[in-house]
């Protein structure tokens, strides 16, 4: 079942000579349990498809749909909805709070309106190994340590899409294999449809298909080998 497609999305900038095509007729689909990578230099679109994949930004032209609902035509006190309830976002630096310990931060997320099935915070924190730090505040955790909290953070609300940006930028080759294994392993056993993007050439063989954006097209490459 498809939980993201993009179908023939467009996104231009500016005006006249100032023109810019951030995204140029790309078409995604992203099945439920599916985890996908994104690579490509820098500028090429990368961060532009996944704030319209995750509705932060309306495209210039074409759809964007989550499940059944059409990002584009939603009203916005819906779309914050379907961005509440069904979107995840994973920022690269973790995106935490410093006054809150690693359990709230998990909790923070229940606070913006009801969600029907939460998950755990101590079941997300035992899946990404950070139960011993569940009362440590950001600055006594690593990078690393602030990825897992923030991918966990993600998921308390069981999204069907999780869109992950950057996720291995500032960790060793160690704790990138680690983060990458614990997205892959999230996206196949509860069936979220997760788009990572990344500069990172050495997680790709955790991904299930791999594609490539250049001046903003999306071509897909090989799939990747488990």
């Not at 820098?42 to 059409?70: E, N, Q």
């Not at 730090?133 to 950001?138: D, E, Q, T």
Request: hydrophobic content about 40%.
């Amino acid at each position: 079942m498809t939980a993201l497609a993009l179908n023939d999305v467009s996104l231009v900038h500016g005006d006249g000579e100032d023109v810019v095509t951030a995204l140029d007729a790309v078409t995604l689909e992203v099945a439920a349990g599916e985890f996908v990578a994104v690579v490509g230099p820098s500028g090429s679109g990368k961060s532009s498809l996944l704030a319209v994949a995750g509705g932060l930004i309306t495209p210039t032209s074409g759809t964007v749909t989550v499940g059944d609902a059409d990002l584009g035509t939603a009203p916005k006190r819906e779309l914050t909805r379907i961005r509440r309830e069904h979107i995840g976002f994973v920022f690269q630096s973790g995106n935490l709070l410093d006054a809150l310990t690693v359990e709230d931060q998990l909790r923070l997320p229940l606070t913006f309106g009801r969600v029907a099935e939460a998950r755990s915070p101590a079941e997300l924190l035992a899946g990404v190994g950070m139960s011993h730090k569940a009362k440590r505040r950001p600055h006594q955790l690593s990078g690393g340590e602030r990825q897992r909290v923030g991918i966990a953070r993600a998921l308390m609300t069981r999204p069907d899409v999780l869109l992950v940006d950057e996720p291995t930028a500032a960790l060793d080759r160690r704790r990138s294999h680690e983060i990458v294994e614990l997205l892959a392993r999230e996206a196949h056993e509860h069936g979220v449809a997760t788009v990572m993007v990344t500069h990172d050439q050495d997680v790709l063989l955790h991904c299930d298909k791999v594609y490539e954006m250049v001046d903003g097209h999306l071509n897909e490459g090989s799939a990747a080998s488990a």
